[in-house]
């Protein structure tokens, strides 16, 4: 199983990007994705995650800036990120709980990570 994340990019303050991951290879179901950043000198925090029903959650810094959204007959998760700040600056990781089998266990799954830089 791999993710593979695209969309980061250099941005000045006020604008937008939106992000997507793809989980492909042998996979059974997906109940969560999300994202996660990580900025220098700091610890990765979550930024946004959803669960296949559609019920998401929202870090407080980004609730009413970011969306996430999933496409699940793609397996794709997207976050869409409007109003960028300098704080926003960091390594985005897209993570997702999957499950390989009928009769396996969900295991963790992690992105390769996109850079987002939001300067003037």
């Known amino acids: 199983v791999q993710l593979q994340a695209s969309g980061g990019g250099l941005v000045q303050p006020g604008g937008s990007l939106r992000l997507s991951c793809a989980a492909s290879g042998s996979i059974f179901s997906i109940n969560y994705m999300g994202w996660y950043r990580q900025a220098p000198g700091k610890q990765r925090e979550l930024v946004a995650g959803?669960?296949?029903?559609?019920?998401?959650n929202y870090a407080d810094s980004v609730k009413g800036r970011f969306t996430v959204s999933r496409d699940n007959a793609k397996n794709t998760v997207f976050l869409q990120m409007n109003s960028l700040k300098p704080e926003d600056t960091a390594v985005y990781y897209c993570?997702?709980?999957?499950?390989?089998?009928?009769?396996?266990?969900?295991?963790?799954?992690w992105g390769q990570g996109t850079q987002v830089t939001v300067s003037s």
């Open positions: 959803i669960i296949s029903g559609g019920l998401t």
């Open positions: 993570n997702a709980e999957i499950r390989t089998g009928w009769n396996t266990r969900s295991a963790d799954y």
